[in-house]
């Protein structure tokens, strides 16, 4: 599975962004998650996708504001972040791995496939 991310740039506080993740190659039964990674931080789950759609999970700091979508039939991955804040400033990565319908995973060690990240750069 290959990912291709893109969609970040630089907003003022308060803003949107919408991130997209394009996958190919075997991506039937996969489950799609976003990290992000700070400057000196380690990189931090964000919110993840099941292969059917059904299912969803958030970081907590990022739940109400972001929103993770797919599109199996263009196979992309979307995240819509909203009401942006300085501390969602991190380079973020979409990642892929096998699992059935409900799996979430939210652990970097339980993706098989990255993608290069995007910077997203929020100013207060």
């Known amino acids: 599975v290959q990912l291709q991310a893109s969609g970040g740039g630089s907003v003022q506080a308060g803003g949107s962004l919408r991130l997209s993740c394009v996958a190919s190659g075997q991506t039937n039964g996969t489950a799609v998650g976003w990290f992000r990674q700070a400057p000196g931080k380690d990189r931090e789950f964000v919110a993840a996708i099941s292969s059917s759609g059904d299912n969803k999970g958030y970081y907590n700091p990022v739940k109400g504001r972001f929103t993770i979508s797919r599109d199996n039939a263009k196979d992309t991955i979307f995240l819509q972040m909203g009401s942006l804040e300085p501390e969602d400033t991190a380079v973020y990565y979409c990642?892929?791995?096998?699992?059935?319908?409900?799996?979430?995973?939210?652990?970097?060690?339980?993706?098989?496939?990255w993608g290069q990240g995007t910077q997203v750069t929020v100013s207060s």
């Open positions: 990642a892929a791995t096998y699992g059935g319908p409900y799996y979430v995973p939210s652990l970097v060690t339980s993706y098989r496939y």
